[in-house]
């Protein structure tokens, strides 16, 4: 009874943290969403590319939001017969076909920087300066939302470093502005957007890969299936282990399935023991949802693919 009561207090806890963290990641999109819609306007009004790429940036980090957050409410998605794991992946799937979209219109912002430079237009640099400072205000004041609970989840971690890294480039756009403005060299302009565009590709061709290797059923990024199986080793009665696979179901969950080979003498208590030795050790190794087949030397599956 005291068990319980303490399982349901504990889900009452984690229900509640996860709402508190759902509400702050609906702010910060709201908040960013509507500062790339501003940056796009006024970008397209004076004519500035430096804005632009800097909206396709910041619309790279809602889209990150937006993806974390549902990442967070797809955890609790239930199985279904057709979806055994429910609609998990599918912020895999998101992730990469967000990236797809963002890195073609990098590549026009990109090339119309390169015309720039050869004729070069007047911008007011003072515009550019202000919106740039709101943006300071913006991603400064929404990377703070996530400062508490950066080292609770890798997902708000992830959040929080790009929404600070946003913070130091309109940074940059306020010095770009009020060069501009100063001393009238207009090629500033094009020159922001190109470097913008150069951090967007790297971050972004980063996330490309993570996407499809993860699409592909990948190892995780921060799991070594090496150092797995020397963890499995280490239970007391398990002489050895194969047949090893891991996966991730989602951007924040993974799975892992093998057989473990144990003693001929062991009972089947001591292997329930095992078993749940095993599944402990994984889940501190951000593995979710393990799968363990157990058989003895004396009966061992030789076959892959049994």
């Known amino acids: 009874m005291i068990e319980n009561i303490h399982t349901m207090e504990h889900h009452h806890d984690h229900s509640h943290h996860s709402g508190e963290i759902s509400r ?61 794991y429910g609609f998990k992946k599918s912020s895999i799937l998101i992730s990469l076909l967000n990236t797809v979209i963002l890195l073609v219109s990098i590549g026009a912002i990109g090339y119309e920087s390169i015309f720039r430079f050869q004729h070069p237009e007047k911008l007011p640099g003072i515009t550019i300066a202000v919106i740039a400072l709101l943006g300071i205000l913006v991603n400064g004041g929404s990377a703070f939302l996530f400062y508490k609970d950066r080292d609770k989840d890798l997902n708000i971690r992830t959040a929080f470093l790009h929404l600070f890294s946003d913070t130091l480039i309109s940074l940059g756009l ?32 980063n996330l490309l890969k993570s996407s499809l290797y993860l699409s592909m059923d990948g ?33 924040n969950e993974n799975a892992l399935t093998c057989h473990l080979v144990v003693s001929n ?42």
């Open 265 to 306: 003498d062991a009972t089947s208590d001591q292997v329930a023991i095992i078993r749940m030795e095993v599944k402990r050790k994984l889940r501190e190794l951000n593995i979710q949802h393990c799968t363990l087949e157990t058989e003895t030397s004396d009966l061992l599956c030789d076959d892959e693919k049994c």
């Open 219 to 251: 190892v995780p990024e921060g799991i070594d299936a090496a150092q797995i199986k020397c963890l499995v080793l280490s239970v007391k009665g398990i002489v050895d282990v194969h047949h090893l696979h891991i996966w991730a179901i989602s951007t």
């Open 24 to 84: 702050v990641f609906l702010v910060g999109i709201v908040l960013n969403l509507a500062y790339v819609v501003l940056q796009v306007i006024l970008g397209l009004r004076i004519g500035s590319l430096s804005l632009l790429s800097d909206a396709g940036h910041n619309f790279l980090d809602v889209s990150g939001l937006a993806l974390s957050m549902l990442a967070l409410r797809l955890t609790r998605s239930k199985s279904t017969s057709k979806f055994t």
């Open 174 to 205: 306020v010095l770009g502005g009020v060069l501009i403005y100063f001393t009238n060299w207009y090629w500033i302009d094009p020159l922001l957007s190109l470097l913008i565009c150069s951090v967007i590709v790297l971050s972004t061709w």
